[in-house]
Each structure stands twice: as C-alpha cells, then as structure tokens.
C-alpha cells in the first residue's frame, strides 16, 4: 500500500538528519496540539486547607534520601518554598508548579492546600515482608495515620516488591474503606524498573535509547520517585475519593497528575522529556526549585484554565 504525500515527506526529512534538519523536524512535530482534556468535578469532596500528611517508610532509606523526599513536600507550600520573596532563583518554585492543583480547588469553591507533616514512620524491618499486595499499603496507611482528612505517603525501599509494581504502573493513590482519609504509594525503582519508573534518570525500557539525565539530587531512585510522589499528590488532592476532579471511567480515570506523563518542559513529546534547566555544577537536569535550595524534576500537570499540560520552563 502507498504512503500519502505527506508521510513520504516526514520521513525524508527524519532520514536526512543534519542538524539543522533535526531542528525543522522537532518544529514540526511541536505543531501538532491533541485535544484538549476537561476534568469534570463530580461534586464529591477534596483535600482542601490545612492536611496533615505523615509518611511511611517501609524499608532502609538512607537519611539523604528521606531529605530530598521530605523536602519536597514541604516545598509546596508557598510560605517554605520561597520564604525570602525578593530572592533571585534560577528555576520557579515547587510551589508554582503546584498551582494548577490550587485552581482545581479554587474552581470548586475550596480552600487552597497546605501541607503539614504530622509524622514519619520507619519499618526498616519490613514487619509485613518484602512482597506486598496493594492491600497491604492501605494498611500500612491506615495504621500510621487514622485520622479523616488526612493524607498518608507511604513508600516502598528498592528491595521491596509490590502487587503491579512496573507492570501496572509506578504508584497509585486510594482511600480508606470509610472513605475518610487517602493515602499514595510509591516505590524506589533502583532495583526493579528504572527505565519505566525513574525516567528521564535511566534509559527508557522501550522507544530510543537516548541518553539519561543527571538526576537533580544525585539520588535516581529518590529523585525518580519525586516525579511519581509529586503527580500522585496532585491526583490524591483533586479526587481523593473518586468523586472529585477526572474525566473517563472511576475504575481507570485521567486526573490532573496522570494526564500529561512524560512531560516535563517545553517541546516534550514521547522520549524527550523537554527543554529544561541543567546545573552548570552538576549537569542535572531540573525545573523547579524547592526548600533549602533543593532542585526537582517535576512532571507537567493539567491546567484547568488552559485543559492543556502546563510545563513551568
């Protein structure tokens, strides 16, 4: 069967492939803007003012690696993302990358976020095994924090194993049975599936092999679960309980952190993950800035007033 015109053209144009022609090429693929995506609140509650959030960690961590993860959490916030206003930064802060999610709230008539730590809770033992079903994060939530309106992160060391971990995904975000109280789970994918679950830090296990990114915090699996702990906490924010902000089934829905996976700058499209800012010190890559000075890698999420994937550079 013969090709249109068109992709004939495509395709000489990717085969002639200088330099200047690659650039054409990206142009060209950048043209093109998918439909836009609208959300739909189902009326159903959010997690909105002050949240209490504790997190587990289940499994050895190293200290440096509870303080890149800690450190972003508090990073959303406003008030601890950037406390000297008048400050030069190099990237936006943590917190206006959070800024779609404060839409989302305020569309609703809610409150704006603020992120409180409540607790941290160490099991380096693995009390419950080092193979666990997606039951056992609900429990594991449950037990640290049983409080309603609150929010748990629990998250799962290198050489711990989780039910659908890579095969279904890098993280997922449910509620308790009383559907009072949500959690998030992510695990450190070092070990298990860098290339799905720390990309843009690792070769992607399919699709060209382009050479990795220097992580922001030298830290893969820390710095890779950052970009799924970041997107979880915008999806768990907005619809909580399944009655909140998505579009598609409740089985399976597109909320404001899943919509826009693989963005992460300008110009992104599936393994490029975009025009971002690089370290002179270090060479990582980064597009935001939190908490001590700390740099991120943070995903693109859905803007509500755009129904477009927002990238902050």
């Given at each position: 069967m013969s090709l249109p015109i068109f992709v004939v053209a495509l395709v000489l144009v990717h085969l002639s492939c200088t330099t200047d022609i690659c650039s054409a090429s990206r142009r060209l693929t950048s043209l093109y803007k998918p439909p836009p995506l609208v959300l739909k609140y189902h009326d159903g509650p959010l997690l909105d003012g002050d949240v209490p959030v504790s997190v587990v960690w289940y499994g050895r961590f190293a200290p440096s690696q509870k303080s890149i993860i800690s450190d972003f959490v508090l990073s959303l916030n406003p008030e601890r993302s950037h406390p000297q206003q008048n400050a030069p930064s190099p990237a936006p802060f943590v917190s206006s990358w959070w800024e779609p999610v404060q839409a989302y709230l305020q569309k609703?008539?809610?409150?704006?976020?603020?992120?409180?730590?409540?607790?941290?809770?160490?099991?380096?033992?693995?009390?419950?095994?080092?193979?666990?079903?997606?039951?056992?994060?609900?429990?594991?939530?449950?037990?640290?924090?049983?409080?309603?309106?609150e929010?748990?992160?629990?998250?799962?060391?290198?050489?711990?194993?989780?039910?659908?971990?890579?095969?279904?995904?890098?993280?997922?975000?449910?509620?308790?049975?009383?559907?009072?109280?949500?959690?998030?789970?992510?695990?450190?994918?070092?070990?298990?599936c860098p290339g799905q679950?720390?990309?843009?830090?690792?070769?992607?296990?399919?699709?060209?092999?382009?050479?990795?990114?220097?992580?922001?915090?030298?830290?893969?699996?820390?710095?890779?679960?950052?970009?799924?702990?970041?997107?979880?906490?915008?999806?768990?924010?907005?619809?909580?309980?399944?009655?909140?902000?998505?579009?598609?089934?409740?089985?399976?829905?597109?909320?404001?952190?899943?919509?826009?996976?693989?963005?992460?700058?300008?110009?992104?499209?599936?393994?490029?993950?975009?025009?971002?800012?690089?370290?002179?010190?270090?060479?990582?890559?980064?597009?935001?800035?939190?908490?001590?000075?700390r740099k991120y890698l943070l995903p693109a999420l859905l803007d509500p007033e755009t129904s477009q994937c927002r990238t902050i550079v």
């Open positions: 609703a008539g809610r409150k704006d976020t603020r992120f409180v730590l409540s607790g941290q809770f160490s099991d380096e033992d693995c009390s419950l095994g080092r193979i666990l079903k997606r039951f056992q994060i609900s429990e594991l939530a449950r037990k640290a924090n049983p409080k309603s309106h929010l748990t992160i629990v998250l799962t060391a290198q050489d711990v194993a989780v039910e659908g971990f890579c095969s279904s995904g890098c993280g997922f975000h449910g509620s308790s049975d009383a559907g009072d109280s949500a959690f998030i789970w992510v695990g450190d994918s070092t070990m298990q679950c720390a990309w843009p830090f690792q070769r992607p296990i399919y699709g060209p092999q382009t050479e990795p990114l220097v992580a922001p915090n030298g830290d893969v699996g820390a710095d890779g679960m950052v970009i799924n702990i970041g997107a979880l906490m915008a999806s768990a924010v907005t619809n909580p309980f399944g009655k909140g902000f998505y579009m598609g089934s409740v089985s399976a829905p597109i909320e404001v952190g899943s919509a826009c996976t693989g963005s992460f700058g300008k110009g992104s499209y599936p393994g490029y993950a975009g025009e971002l800012l690089v370290d002179l010190g270090n060479g990582a890559s980064y597009n935001a800035v939190g908490v001590n000075g």
